[in-house]
């Protein structure tokens, strides 16, 4: 079973190492899938008590109706109702979600395959915005 909780943690962490590398690409690479470990964690921590801690499937019956939202963030936020309006009140929170779903104008899955980094101002305002993000969301997390 995924634990999206541990999962972000350990996300942070590579992510850190691989910013503190200057290994840009992965680390946006890897930025994009800590904020969707993240964004899962919420999901899964806004489930019913009494729900099994896995995605709705043909095969199962885990007590709730939520699918796997993939790595798009904005399926993501479809299975989050409450994150979700929050979030519509903070465009600028919609923005930075946005930069970090598609940096340098490619989804962050996608950045596997890049072989070219970015320049410096654009990986400068990159990490700006994950951290800027990564702050709003895990706040959010105490609090709904």
Not at 15 to 30: D, E, I, N, P, Y
Not at 53 to 59: A, F, G
Not at 97 to 104: G, I, K
Request: glycine residues 4%; neutral net charge.
């Amino acid at each position: 079973m995924e634990d999206y909780e541990a999962s972000f943690i350990e996300r942070h962490i590579d992510t850190q190492t691989l910013c503190q590398s200057g290994r840009k690409v992965a680390a946006m690479h890897f930025g994009g899938i800590t904020i969707e470990c993240l964004l899962k964690a919420m999901i899964f921590a806004s489930l019913p008590k009494a729900a099994t801690r896995e995605w709705l499937r043909d095969d199962n019956n885990p007590g709730h109706t939520i699918t796997n939202p993939g790595h798009s963030y904005t399926e993501a936020l479809r299975r989050h109702n409450r994150l979700r309006s929050r979030i519509e009140k903070f465009p600028e929170v919609r923005k930075w979600l946005d930069e970090v779903e598609n940096p340098t104008s490619q989804h962050f899955i996608d950045l596997r395959y890049s072989g070219s980094e970015p320049d410096d101002a654009s990986y400068k305002h990159w990490l700006k915005t994950y951290q800027s993000l990564e702050s709003w969301l895990q706040k959010q997390a105490t609090q709904l």
